[in-house]
Each structure stands twice: as structure tokens, then as C-alpha cells.
């Protein structure tokens, strides 16, 4: 059975204070990991994917990495619109489109 | 573009009622998956539809049923509706069958069971 721990479950920056969120996994065959940002509320919003171990995308303050275990969003200098709940998911090799397990996302304050 | 719209935004039903959501995928997109996201947790997958079949059932009651449409809409179904049924019911669709392809959900419905 797909895992995905996500860690810290909550953390709180200052302004400019960088950091990083992990996001650990079990899957017997990746097809993509997927970060989303998610606001109180609202939809999940996809942020990045990655399909292989080495991989690295990056968006603004935002930066993915993934390992064959693990992936990390480095968050550099945030702002408090940065402020959300971002979550990390797993397709697994033998599903395919929008089928994913999910983790249970770390809750980012940023304070100004 | 339009993005995968959901509707409602928000309902209150009574125990025991049936509710029924529905989902509108991005243009293109023929795979629909619905979630149920309960407050402080991660989503949880309860269906996939591709082509009008289901290709995939999460751990959920059979009181939680789904159909997709062939203009590739989704609803999704709820009887004898329970209080541990509010949540957060997301939509999410995607291309199927190619390896590297992103999901992309919409706003959800917030189901309110009393």
C-alpha cells in the first residue's frame, strides 16, 4: 500500500527565514510525485511534478527535489502570502491520470 | 481556460438524506477522480472514471457511488448521509493513459451533514 508522511505537520517562519518541507514515501513504482499548495477552503493547486530520482523544478520562492525516497520543497526567503498548506502525493506506476495518495500536508505560517 | 468547476460550493443536508455533487473537468481531460478531504487531513480517493467506466474504488461505503457522463462530467452520489460525512469533496481531472500528466482539482464542495 502507497505512504506518504509529510513533515513538519506545522511550521511557522519570519519573513525571509528559508526552510525546507519533507515529504517521505512507500510506493512499489512512482509515476509522479506531486506537491499542491491548498488555502483554507479552497481546492488543492498544483504546484510541480516530478517523475524521477534527481529531479528538480522551481517557481518562484518554490523548489522540488526528489530522491528515490523522499522529496523536499525548499521555500527560500518566503513571504506571508506564502502562507498555506501544502500538500504532497503519489501515483503509482500501475495507476494513471488523477488518482493519488496523499499526505496530510504541512501547515506554513509566515510571519511578516 | 476554465479549470475543473464543482457545484455546489456549499451544502447542508440532514442525516439520512442523499446528496449528489457534481464535476465539470478541464477541456481535454477525459479522467475524473473525486476526494473527500475531512478538516486537517489529506485527501482521501474515493473514485476514478475514465470513458465512462470506473477504473478505480478508494476504501469507502457503497453508499458512495459515482458516474461520469459522456461529455466526461462527473457526479458523485451519497446516500443515508452521516454526520461523519462532512468534509470537503474534491474533483480532479486529468489525461489518462499517458505517463507524465499533472491533475489539476477544482474548489471542492463544502458538505455540511446536521
Known amino acids: 500500500e502507497d505512504q506518504v508522511t509529510q513533515s513538519p505537520e506545522a511550521l511557522r517562519l519570519q519573513e525571509g527565514e528559508s526552510s525546507s518541507l519533507n515529504c517521505s514515501y512507500t510506493v512499489s513504482g512512482l509515476r509522479g510525485l506531486f506537491w499542491y499548495r491548498q488555502d483554507p477552503g479552497k481546492g488543492p493547486e498544483f504546484l510541480f511534478t516530478?517523475?524521477?530520482a534527481g529531479e528538480e523544478k522551481e517557481k518562484e520562492r518554490l523548489k522540488a527535489t526528489l530522491t528515490k525516497k523522499e522529496s523536499f520543497l525548499h521555500i527560500t526567503a518566503p513571504k506571508p502570502e506564502d502562507s498555506a498548506t501544502y500538500l504532497c502525493a503519489v501515483r503509482h506506476k500501475e495507476t494513471s491520470g488523477s488518482r493519488l495518495t496523499f499526505g496530510e500536508g504541512t501547515q506554513l505560517t509566515v510571519n511578516p | 481556460d476554465a479549470g475543473v468547476t464543482q457545484s455546489p460550493t456549499h451544502l447542508i443536508k440532514t442525516r439520512g438524506q442523499q446528496v449528489t455533487l457534481r464535476c465539470s473537468p478541464i477541456s481535454g481531460h477525459k479522467s475524473v477522480s473525486w476526494y473527500q478531504q475531512v478538516l486537517g487531513q489529506g485527501p482521501q480517493f474515493i473514485f476514478q472514471?475514465?470513458?465512462?467506466?470506473?477504473?478505480g474504488r478508494g476504501n469507502f461505503p457503497d453508499r458512495f457511488s459515482a458516474r461520469q457522463f459522456p461529455n466526461y462530467s462527473s457526479e458523485l452520489n451519497v446516500n443515508a448521509l452521516l454526520l461523519g460525512d462532512s468534509a470537503l469533496y474534491l474533483c480532479?481531472?486529468?489525461?489518462f493513459g499517458q505517463g507524465n500528466t499533472e491533475a489539476f482539482f477544482g474548489q471542492g464542495t463544502r458538505l455540511t451533514v446536521v
Open positions: 480532479a481531472s486529468s489525461l
Open positions: 472514471y475514465y470513458e465512462k467506466e470506473e477504473r
Open positions: 516530478l517523475y524521477s
